[in-house]
Nanobody
């Protein structure tokens, strides 16, 4: 059974940095669309960043210039200059069957890791 397991969440002060990792057990996932999503309390889940088969990346406007998505044998989200509005549960996701135009697409999810940014 393929899986996605996130780690690296925690509590950080405004302006700090965190690196989220997603352990990926399926090469099929790694060759499909992958991305990070987040959900703040009382809000809908939203796409944060995506990466396609050819490592082309797309970011939400709110995180451009601050977050970087990458992948090798795992999926990474480097988050810099964190803001209180970045607080939420962060989910790693894969969208099998798609290889491009990946932003916002997911049909396989991890359990999530909590990120809290204090002001």
């Amino acid at each position: 059974q393929a899986s996605l397991v996130e780690s690296g969440g925690g509590t950080v002060e405004t302006g700090g940095s965190l690196t989220l990792s997603c352990a990926v057990t399926s090469n099929y996932y790694l060759s499909s669309c992958m991305g990070w999503f987040r959900q703040a309390p009382g809000k809908e889940r939203e796409a944060v960043a995506s990466i396609d088969l050819h490592r082309r990346t797309t970011y939400a406007d709110a995180v451009k210039g601050r977050f970087t998505i990458s992948k090798d044998n795992s999926l990474i989200l480097q988050m810099n200059n964190l803001k209180p509005e970045d607080t939420g549960m962060y989910f790693c996701a894969a969208h099998t069957g798609e290889f491009r135009d990946c932003f916002g697409k997911a049909n396989n999810w991890g359990q999530g890791t909590q990120v809290t940014v204090s002001s």
